[in-house]
């Protein structure tokens, strides 16, 4: 089992849709939760990052994270065609003098006109 | 504030040729990645610097690959000999105030015939 499971998609939205991106994760040492947007022959971008259980919101964007669960969510909300793009689930933990930062495989958002 | 610079954008080499890759952290950013993006996956993390200090390489294959930042600035990445499965996205990053933040370049992508 892969420390952090994100499903690929592809996840294809009409615009004005609340979009729904998930992921789950095995390792309780993580502490810190990140979402990464990345555009086509693009770098990642970071767009959301927290380290508490519950939600953080950010204009369109909340970020949702579960401890318990071990499984975090990121919401858009009126997407937009310019949303479209592949978004990163991203894990860390820091100890020891390290710091390791996981991420996800990306699921990929087309939001349609 | 300009970003994370890359270059080149893209490299077709043959196998068993070697390659290097160059980057320009932001400006002040003493912390660098280099992270590998195989196709459909999120990036995986190869080295991480502080200013000159590769202080995490395990995940670097040392056997032909290499990496050096002689004056805390700019870094390059080298494979020698490349390898089919060495085709990818090669990621540099640099850190902002935290290692949750990092502001990734535009990749390098590498395609070995």
């Known amino acids: 089992q892969k420390e952090v499971e994100q499903d690929p998609g592809p996840l294809s939205v009409p615009e004005g849709a609340i979009v729904s991106l998930n992921c789950t994760y095995s390792?309780?040492?993580?502490?810190?939760f990140m979402w990464y947007r990345q555009y086509s022959r693009k770098g990642p971008e970071l767009l959301m990052y927290?380290?508490?259980?519950g939600n953080k919101e950010d204009g369109r964007f909340t970020a949702q994270v579960d401890k318990s669960s071990k499984y975090i969510s990121l919401f858009i909300r009126d997407s937009q065609p310019s949303d479209s793009a592949t978004y990163l689930c991203?894990?860390?933990?820091?100890?020891?003098?390290?710091?390791?930062?996981?991420f996800g495989k990306g699921t990929k958002l087309s939001v349609i006109p | 504030e300009a970003g994370v610079v890359q270059s080149p954008r893209y490299k077709i080499i043959e196998k068993k040729q070697p390659v290097a890759f160059w980057c320009n952290p932001i400006?002040?950013?003493?912390?660098l990645y280099w992270y590998r993006q195989n196709l459909g996956q999120g990036p995986e993390l190869l080295i991480r610097?502080?200013?000159?200090?590769?202080?995490?390489d395990s995940q670097l294959p040392k056997d032909r690959f290499s990496a050096e930042r002689l004056k805390g600035v700019d870094s390059t990445l080298k494979i020698q000999p490349a390898e089919l499965g060495d085709s990818a996205v090669y990621l540099c990053?640099?850190?902002?105030?935290?290692?949750?933040?990092?502001?990734f370049g535009p990749g390098t992508r590498l395609t070995v015939l």
């Open positions: 990053a640099s850190r902002g105030q935290t290692d949750n933040e990092q502001f």
């Open positions: 991203a894990m860390g933990y820091s100890g020891a003098g390290s710091y390791q930062l996981t």
């Open positions: 390792n309780s040492a993580f502490q810190y």
């Open positions: 400006s002040g950013h003493n912390t």
């Open positions: 927290t380290y508490s259980s």
């Open positions: 610097y502080e200013n000159e200090e590769a202080v995490d």
